[in-house]
């Protein structure tokens, strides 16, 4: 059994997801440690602007593929889906590329915190086109072995790159353009061994490029929407008070997002489980779902919650340096934002399972809209950084009571002994009769 699940798809998912957050971080805290706070903020600041356009080109792109090529009945409609899909994705880039080309001559985008996002996003964009490609198609093919040997392999060679840094002291464009050149390196190393595969180019693909593009555009308003949210404090914080401001928040702000690690892999296996309890019209069994697995969630986060809310200088200290020991406090604040994860993520699994996503996305919308609003009031009275980290709590607490609203005729009243019953309870009474999945 356990030589089964060693070699089981889960695992290996489990093992590089695993790997390359302990490696993320190993990674932020060099970067942290070898660059200055100004440095370190552009370098967090170009991070968000490339994350948020591979989200927008992802959610027009990937998704759709990988639905479309696992549903394909023959080898040659998966051909033209490859093919399709690299066109689709050389025209995204394409297009963004030419929209962000012109910027590169405006001095309003001379603000310090974008110097390296001005340059260099396009490129980074580029250099991704076959590693991104190589990512989706070994996913739609269940490769997961060599999928988590490629995450593995590139957040190797970046922290290698990195702790060279201490004696090379390169500059930070230096370590812009090796991030990038990994990339590309890794996606045409793909190609050559043939886990890229390049599809059909010699056939008539409007009808896939349409099918791909048609089912893309909604995959992509949810996931742009989720990462603006995510996003638009770092945008704010870099415009109002600079790079620096923005390295002493995405510090502790990358800390907690690190919670949300389990939750997604717990919300992903439940996504399936949900939508058939709701077409079953199993209200009673599908909220019960919601507080066992949200519930359970909650109590695994509580510890690493308290630790951080009791020793935040510690923390802070081991993972950025006595530099950034001023971000203990938003640490703190940022504690209260990740008990709530648990609950908004399953309010929007739920709502999708539901058949709903059109209020989900309203709810991402209007969170997205207070959270800015927040932002701006808070840093137009003097609030700072503490301001913005205790308004993105208050939106995420807004977003959490708006889905409950939503969800009033499955979840009915707030009942938090619910919580414990079912979330830790139940849950640990079932894990001994539960089969453990291995594919």
């Not at 990674?27 to 100004?38: E, G, P, S």
Request: hydrophobic fraction near 55%.
């Amino acid at each position: 059994m356990f030589k089964k699940l060693l070699y089981s798809n889960t695992s290996w998912s489990l093992i590089s997801n695993g790997l390359t957050a302990i490696l993320g971080f190993v990674n932020l805290a060099l970067i942290a440690r070898i660059f200055t706070k100004d440095q370190a903020g552009m370098w967090f600041m170009l991070l968000t602007v490339y994350t948020l356009l591979e989200m927008l080109r992802s959610g027009w792109v990937q998704t759709p593929f990988i639905r479309f090529y696992v549903s394909a009945q023959h080898e040659d409609e998966r051909r033209k889906l490859t093919g399709a899909s690299w066109q689709l994705l050389l025209a995204f880039t394409l297009v963004i590329s030419l929209f962000l080309l012109p910027a590169l001559l405006f001095k309003s985008f001379d603000q310090p915190a974008f110097k390296l996002a001005k340059h260099y996003t396009v490129l980074w964009l580029l250099c991704a086109l076959p590693f991104q490609l190589l990512q989706w198609q070994l996913q739609a093919r269940s490769q997961f072995k060599k999928l988590a040997a490629i995450k593995i392999i590139f957040a190797l060679l970046f922290s290698a790159f990195l702790l060279l840094q201490f004696k090379l002291k390169l500059d930070l464009e230096i370590t812009v353009m090796f991030y990038g050149g990994i990339q590309l390196f890794i996606g045409m190393a793909g190609i050559l061994v043939k886990w890229v595969r390049l599809g059909r180019w010699d056939a008539d693909l409007s009808a896939e490029r349409k099918k791909l593009s048609g089912f893309g555009k909604y995959s992509m308003l949810t996931m742009i929407t989720s990462s603006l949210l995510r996003s638009s404090d770092q945008f704010i914080i870099a415009a109002w008070l600079g790079p620096s401001a923005l390295a002493l928040y995405a510090i502790p702000q990358k800390l907690v997002e690190a919670i949300e690690i389990p939750v997604r892999s717990f919300a992903s296996v439940a996504m399936p489980a949900a939508t058939a309890l709701y077409h079953k019209h199993d209200s009673n069994s599908l909220r019960m779902l919601f507080y066992r697995q949200a519930g359970f969630l909650s109590f695994i986060i509580l510890p690493l919650v308290a630790v951080l809310l009791l020793f935040p200088v510690p923390v802070v200290n081991l993972l950025g340096g006595g530099k950034y020991l001023q971000s203990a406090m938003l640490l703190r604040i940022f504690c209260c934002y990740a008990l709530l994860i648990p609950l908004d993520r399953y309010c929007g699994l739920l709502l999708d399972a539901a058949n709903r996503p059109g209020l989900n996305s309203l709810k991402v919308i209007l969170m997205l809209i207070v959270n800015v609003v927040l932002d701006i009031a808070a840093l137009s009275m003097g609030m700072g950084l503490y301001g913005v980290a205790a308004g993105s709590t208050i939106t995420f607490l807004l977003g959490v009571i708006i889905g409950w609203g939503q969800l009033k005729d499955i979840l009915c009243a707030f009942k938090p002994i619910l919580f414990w019953r079912e979330g830790i309870t139940r849950s640990f009474n079932s894990f001994k009769n539960t089969p453990i999945p291995l594919k």
